[in-house]
């Protein structure tokens, strides 16, 4: 059975025409969808119980169901998403001050498998269908009762790797005929999958782009992410020039701060280099316990890390990880089930 979300504004509109339904009924159930944030067909209140009953037979509305949600004291919620087989992923709803971000899984499992995160231990399951992506997203609407400030793709997966699917799901959130959200109020995440982030330069879209890093050289680099999927750092900085200068944005380099892996002072000058010559933002994570081996740093390294960048004239900033004093980091709750 396809899902609701599947359909365009003009093949819903047919579809309805063929079971007798006056024009507007599509436009209205399109709203109820798109501008309401409905949550179930039950939802339409403006639409008959038998038309309703009608569309559920022929579409599901989503295709995913919310089996597990956990909040931290700091008001992040995490949930835990079923898809039709059986699999989960993950979502986060991130409330701050007055935004709320939500962030968004494109693949089940990840074929990346950064040695520090708990989505790629297992490797990459499937990626997800646009609806899939987009049913996260009408989850996150559900529970807020309103569209997010922002969306980052960055749950699990690599989501350059399942491009087809993600670019539709954008679409769908920043058509103005569907969610209307503005581009430049989404974040794609990538590992450094160089062909992807070319091919998605050429939309010369205002997408925002984060590379995840997490090492200034190619030597540190091979012991946080294996070699399957990995380019050196000098290509993926080249295609992240492309990016700025197709899209006119800049780039956030995403480092993940492991103990006496890659947070040395060198490390930190090292990567304010990179961050200088390619006009770069640089966002510091200290790691989250996954159950890995690593280590977080001290909060004196952690700071020390940040000043270098600082005093280099690089923009910087630290993500305190949000959630983490309940499920822990991204992945984890979807692999205590597995
Ligand atoms: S950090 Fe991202 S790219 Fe790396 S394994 Fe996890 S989900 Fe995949």
Not at 203 to 208: I, M
Request: charged letters at 25%.
């Amino acid at each position: 059975m396809k899902i609701i979300t599947e359909l365009t504004l003009a093949e819903l509109t047919a579809e309805l025409k063929a079971m007798g339904e006056p024009s507007f009924r599509a436009k209205q159930i399109h709203e109820w969808i798109y501008r309401k944030n409905a949550a179930s067909w039950d939802a339409m209140s403006n639409i008959s119980k038998d038309l309703r009953q009608k569309c559920a037979e022929k579409w599901k509305f989503t295709s995913v169901e919310e089996c597990e949600s956990v909040k931290s004291s700091d008001g992040t919620e995490k949930l835990l998403l079923k898809l039709h087989d059986g699999e989960l992923i993950e979502m986060v709803i991130i409330p701050a001050e007055k935004r709320i971000t939500f962030c968004l899984s494109t693949q089940v499992g990840c074929p990346v498998g950064c040695l520090f995160c708990a989505s790629g231990r297992n490797g990459l399951t499937r990626n997800l269908a646009m609806h899939e992506i987009i049913g996260e997203f009408q989850t996150g609407c559900a529970k807020t009762g309103r569209l997010p400030d922002n969306i980052v793709f960055m749950g699990i997966g690599e989501g350059l790797l399942n491009y087809e699917n993600l670019l539709s799901a954008i679409e769908r959130l920043t058509e103005n005929e569907y969610f209307g959200m503005g581009v430049r109020r989404i974040t794609v995440s990538t590992s450094g999958f160089v062909p992807g982030m070319l091919k998605l330069a050429e939309r010369q879209q205002e997408l925002n782009l984060a590379i995840s890093l997490h090492a200034p050289n190619d030597e540190i680099r091979s012991k946080i992410i294996p070699g399957k999927i990995s380019y050196p750092i000098s290509e993926i900085m080249e295609a992240a020039d492309v990016y700025r200068e197709k899209c006119n944005r800049m780039v956030t380099l995403e480092y993940t701060l492991l103990d006496g892996i890659n947070d040395s002072p060198d490390a930190a000058s090292a990567l304010a280099e990179i961050a200088r010559k390619h006009h770069a933002k640089v966002n510091l994570i200290p790691y989250n316990d996954t159950g890995s081996d690593f280590k977080r740093p001290s909060d004196k390294k952690i700071n020390k890390f940040e000043q270098i960048i600082d005093r280099a004239g690089v923009a910087v900033s630290v993500r305190r990880e949000r959630g983490s004093d309940r499920a822990g980091a991204c992945g984890q709750l979807r692999h205590q089930r597995s």
